[in-house]
RNA sequence: GGGCUCGUAGCUCAGUUGGACAGAGCAGGAGCCUUCUAAGCUCUUGGCCGGGGGUUCGAAUCCCUCCGGGCCCA
């Protein structure tokens, strides 16, 4: 995989030998690098390529104006660098580096040589990571909110892939516990019903239509099951009705183009001695007591506001439990870096589960919780309600049904996770501004419209372009798109840092107006020089590119027509 | 009551981890299709970044404190 590093060589070139010349500057004058000292990328392209605050924070130390250690700074770089064909002082003392159009030009060059692979970095230094995700309890059909998640976790994994990153997914069910036997006792009441052996009501039991539809099946296969004992009867609903939804779920996910390499059984942790053996390690470290008959994991130790129970009196063990057991799990299996996607109920969970990371031994920096908002389902305006329970939901395969993966997977995907979302079905399924899916996807088709058109022309376009040729990428917009895509590789490892999906869509959306843009300003194919055609036919080409590798970000699809 | 989180244009949201005059889209207004896809482009109207203090050369961003929404726990 080493050899897909293919990330800013442009920048880091740049980058490089503006800090490289700075430290001369510094050496020079025989001071040290400020410590709040930056070399960054200019907020607006207007300021130039780089910018750095060096000559503001050397003010003081060299007893001269700002701007005056500015303009000495600027004279050394602009002298020493031939890449460079200007250097500006601006506002308090800002000097801005602006590299020759030569430089820029290269990035198609670097787009062309590394296809589907442009953007991957090394960010992630191969960092052996876990994402889990949905993990939902397998007690009926995924909703939107479960949507949400799933896109999430599912663009997170492919970010943190091309960030360097070695991922692996995993669903989390959560077949032991309350929950399950609460859905065996559902199915079980259905069922009673339907032959005529009516049961009590049970409580907070799992009223959706598809319980019913699961008892029928059973019954249809098996009509001596109508006699069974509440115990056996129960227990075979609850192992039928699981399977079948889990299937549905499995099914439901691969249709909005998510898939888990692992699926990860609770009962398991059980099974196997998995709980017995984090307890041992926790027991060990110190940190587990006895009071009042149960067992306690002093998490105050590591700034939970209380010691939380692992096993109750009756000796049941917590779901907190079964939680530590699997993340005890997750490291032993190799794992340095977990990332969870949690409905953002589960925030306060959060403390607990730090301290057991901690008391395992292990970094917070090797533990992270992507949380996730609610999903406001609405129809023109008005509010869908959602409640598995009840059996009023909106499922998820619904939705996708309704507005399509594209739209629904873009929409989940621009917004941050940890802010409330509206979804309005007829919002999404409008083809407008609303739905910026539609125009990022156009600025994809519209370049592959273009290419059929230069083929039928004749106007061959070579695999790989020249510096002569690329040369005549000199106009502002030549330049804004450039530097736009050179960006994409950082705009992923940031993404990937930070955990931060929604910063690929906003970049695209960027890319992709930048792109409607020059398309309207400038004709490609009837460009006055031969070798202006050429050369805006490979930037498009690179655009195109760049726009497909990040839309198989998000998980949307890139198309060649619409 | 305690904890977390959010508050940015009429609406939906960005804001590259403390930088330059606060940015997009939608909605409102004015234009652009005999020429590569008008699902597009170009102008334009609109803001005390919830209020007040503080740290800093510099704050939408960090700290404190109120106000207001959401969620979790009790």
């Not at 909110?145 to 896109?151: F, S, V």
């Not at 959060?350 to 609610?374: H, K, N, T, Y």
């Not at 621009?414 to 999404?428: H, N, Q």
Request: charged share 25%; with cysteine.
């Amino acid at each position: 995989m080493k050899e897909d590093i293919v990330a800013g060589d442009t920048r880091m070139q740049a980058y490089s030998t503006v800090h490289s010349l700075v430290g001369e500057f510094l050496l020079k004058k025989g001071l040290a690098w400020p410590e709040k000292a930056v070399i960054e990328p200019a907020r607006d392209p207007k300021h130039g390529d780089l910018a750095t605050n060096v000559a503001m924070l050397l003010a003081k130390p060299l007893g001269k104006a700002p701007r005056e250690v500015a303009a000495e700074l600027a004279d050394f770089i602009r002298s020493s660098c031939e890449d460079i064909v200007s250097v500006d002082i601006a506002g308090p003392g800002f000097c801005n580096i602006t590299f020759a159009p030569s430089f820029w030009q290269k990035v198609v060059s670097d787009v062309e040589h590394a296809g589907v692979r442009y953007g991957n970095s090394a960010t992630g230094a191969g960092k052996k990571t876990l994402v889990e995700y949905v993990s939902a309890n397998p007690t009926g059909p995924l909703h939107v909110g479960h949507g949400r998640g799933a896109a999430c976790g599912d663009s997170l994994a492919r970010i943190l892939r091309r960030a360097g990153y070695d991922v692996t997914t995993e669903y989390y069910i959560n077949d032991a516990g309350r929950q399950m036997r609460l859905l065996g006792l559902s199915v079980w009441y259905r069922l009673r019903n339907m032959v005529n052996r009516p049961m009590e009501e049970p409580a907070d039991w799992y009223r959706g239509e598809y319980i019913k539809d699961i008892a029928q099946e059973m019954l249809l296969q098996d009509p001596d099951l109508a006699a069974a004992t509440d115990e056996d009867g129960e227990q075979r609903c609850y192992e039928y009705a699981k399977d079948v939804i889990l299937e549905g779920i499995r099914a439901d996910l691969a249709e909005f183009r998510v898939e888990h390499q692992n699926w990860f059984s609770e009962k398991s942790l059980f099974d196997e001695g998995k709980v017995e053996a984090a307890f041992q390690a926790l027991d060990k470290a110190g940190y587990l007591y006895e009071k009042d008959g149960a067992l306690w994991f002093a998490t105050t130790q590591f700034g939970d506001d209380k010691d939380r129970v692992l096993r109750k009196q009756d000796g049941s063990l917590t779901y907190f439990a079964s939680d530590i057991a699997y993340h005890h799990d997750k490291f032993s299996r190799g794992f340095d870096y977990l990332v969870d996607v949690w409905g953002a109920d589960h925030h306060g969970y959060i403390p607990r589960m730090r301290a057991a990371i901690a008391a395992m031994g292990r970094q917070q920096s090797e533990f992270d919780v992507e949380l996730i908002q609610l999903v406001n389902l609405l129809m023109k305006g008005q509010p869908v309600s959602m409640s598995t329970r009840a059996g009023t939901f909106e499922t998820l395969a619904d939705v996708v049904k309704e507005v399509g993966v594209d739209a629904a997977r873009f929409m989940f995907l621009s917004r941050k996770m940890d802010t409330a979302v509206d979804f309005d079905l007829e919002a999404v399924k409008e083809r407008s501004m609303d739905n910026p899916v539609y125009y990022v996807q156009y600025a994809h088709a519209r370049i592959c419209a273009i290419m059929r058109r230069a083929q039928e022309q004749g106007a061959g376009l070579a695999q790989l372009s020249s510096e002569e040729v690329l040369a005549a990428l000199d106009t502002p917009e030549d330049m804004a798109l450039l530097r736009k895509m050179e960006y994409f590789p950082d705009m992923i490892a940031q993404a990937a840092r930070t955990l931060s999906v929604h910063h690929v869509s906003h970049y695209l959306t960027e890319l992709a107006q930048l792109l409607h843009s020059y398309y309207n300003k400038y004709s490609i194919l009837a460009a006055d020089k031969p070798d202006t055609v050429q050369a805006r036919l490979a930037l498009l080409r690179a655009v195109a590119q760049v726009l497909a590798n990040g839309l198989d970000l998000l998980g949307v699809s890139a198309p060649e027509r619409m």
